[in-house]
């Protein structure tokens, strides 16, 4: 009795199409009646699970489109507040309006809840608010914040008990992230917030040295005269 021949088994049939990816392109009459199997629901033509493939696809690209434009968005209106922050700036008429200016414009402008600036020097005039906050280079404490001033690098974060008790002193406890900004030769600019999201350490901080730059160029500017 002859045997009828064996047909490929199924691994073969899936290996041939991998290699040969333009099969279905040659023959596509097979294209239209192929079915696929679906998780959720009925099996559907190739043509039609292709189809949903490609919307499904495309909802993607504009879901994250909609995040790029809306990113580039709020980066504009950042930017525009960064740049009404340097005129102000140079708006000011000493070294101590320039730090209250500081102050005014990161609680009003940038909504922040805790701002702090730590001056190697401070001279009278400057301002008497909890904001201010005397740190010379000969200060014990000065030490806590040495590795930050030296890197002259933005550090976000949770910051450690005893830097918060030097900067925040009496809200320490409420503060749960913070950004430190280095004042080259001035001294640090500290931003608190009880979001322990608000400032984290994979956050981009292009903005964030921006304002330094801004604030440290103001203080240097009087500093000279």
């Not at 001035?186 to 956050?203: V, Y």
């Amino acid at each position: 009795m002859n045997e009828q021949p064996r047909g490929p088994s199924a691994q073969e049939v899936a290996a041939y199409l991998r290699r040969h990816p333009d099969f279905l392109i040659e023959h596509p009459d097979l294209a239209l009646t192929l079915r696929i199997p679906r998780q959720n629901g009925p099996a559907t033509s190739l043509a039609a699970y292709q189809l949903e493939v490609l919307r499904e696809h495309n909802a993607e690209l504009k879901r994250r489109l909609q995040e790029l434009v809306q990113l580039a968005h709020e980066n504009e209106r950042l930017s525009l507040r960064i740049h009404a922050f340097a005129l102000s700036l140079l708006r000011a008429r000493s070294r101590g309006e320039a730090l209250s200016r500081t102050v005014a414009a990161l609680r009003e402008d940038f909504a922040t809840e805790a701002v702090r600036i730590a001056l190697y020097d401070v001279e009278p005039g400057l301002g008497d608010g909890d904001w201010l906050i005397h740190l010379p280079r000969t200060d014990p404490r000065f030490s806590l914040f040495h590795d930050t001033v030296e890197r002259r690098a933005v550090l976000c974060g949770r910051l450690k008990p005893e830097k918060l008790e030097v900067l925040f002193v009496h809200r320490a406890g409420e503060i749960r992230s913070a950004a430190l900004l280095p004042l080259p030769a001035a001294g640090l600019l500290a931003i608190g917030s009880t979001d322990p999201e608000r400032f984290h350490p994979g956050i981009g901080t292009f903005f964030l040295e921006r304002l330094a730059e801004i604030v440290a160029a103001a203080l240097a500017r009087f500093e000279a005269a």
